[in-house]
């Protein structure tokens, strides 16, 4: 589509430069491989009124088309209560937001666009002579047309100045005067199409710690960061480690417990990146509360980030997965009479063993492992249990998922019920 480009040319001279911070950026993007249009908001920052801008914006490669350009955010129509309701402002109304606070109603800015094959020209003004004042915030969005064919890759967007052209269409941030501002122009990206993140594994018995839930990814261009939160029905997971493997291995992942849902940052302090392809990048243990019901359980991801360079987003998604926990006690055996604290099995062991437990009567349970100087080294059960034939596994690493090192290493099992035994075990690599 094109459009003719209306031009001002007060809006263009080049009188002097201020002192102030101007700073106009191409915001990063993301859509979807099945969109139609991609939108793209411009954002400026300023400490002093701007009056007018014009600017080009270049999509590298050249695959996309301009759609049209609209007033966002401070260029947008004042917001006002229609009190008399004449479907218009009257001085009865009461404006909810000024933009530019001169206590009156103000329509948008004008916007004209030019899409000229490889670049759209934008000019906005005010043809009432309102300014944008000092502050921070999107002026527009840019809506582009997306042919079909574009998917699954990074459009850069670049501002740039068209010198070949009659008049020539220049990088230009005015004041109300018409006087330039010195400007820095910061160029963004547009990412079309989608990394899929999927979890493998897991399942388990309550009370101890889970297999492996194996978190893969599908990405088709290069990962610089990845943050999620995984969801359970009512909060009977809680993450004991987790580690990058595969295409994941250099990174670094950190888990936190926040509000009920286990947070994964993932991210590389050295700038490198998770190549694109397919498969696993991250290994998950959980610790399933005792009291976790027997059956599937649903594990969703929550709030997925995964960001390019420059932290620009990239559409994601995320299905729920069925998390299944086993039998956690023994119902074909009687109930226990007595607390008891079983030895672990195997003794010694490589990489994971097994401490089973009795307990007789309901009551808060602990498991630990400590080492010789009685520093705890790892927390595998706590919470209320009732009666009954429990275990739990140990997979050799502390509360910071990192492994231990070979030796002889102490768990213990204490009850509010006022039992407490601890045996020995053996590590070996």
Known sequence: MRKSLLVITSLLIIASFGFGVTTVSVVGSSAQNDDVLAVVPITLSNTDAVGGLQFSVKDIPNNLSVHSVIPAGRTSADVYIDNDNTGDWTPGDVLTLDHNLNGDYDGPFDIQFNDR?????????DGSGNSIIPDYGEICKIRFNKPQHVHDEIIDLEFHEILNADPQFLLVVTDPDGSALSTTWENGSLTVGGI??????????PGTTSATTTIEMNNAVPVKGIQFNLVDDVDYLTIESVQGIGRGADFTFVANEVNGESMILGVNFNGQEIAPGS?????????????APLGDMTLSTADLIVAAEGGVPLPSNGADYTFTLNVSIDKDAALPTAFELNQNYPN?????????????????????IFNLLGQEVRSLSYGEHQPGVYSTVWDGLNQNGVRVESGIYIYRMSSSAGFSATKKLVMLK
């Open 348 to 368: 010694p062991f490589n990489p994971t063993t097994t401490i089973g437990y009795s307990v007789p009567e309901a009551s808060e349970v602990q498991i630990g």
């Open 117 to 125: 094959d490889s670049t759209v020209s934008i000019l906005i003004y």
């Open 279 to 291: 498969g696993a990048i991250m290994e998950v243990l959980f610790m399933i509360a005792s009291s």
């Open 196 to 205: 899929e993140v999927r979890l493998t594994g897991g399942g388990g018995t």
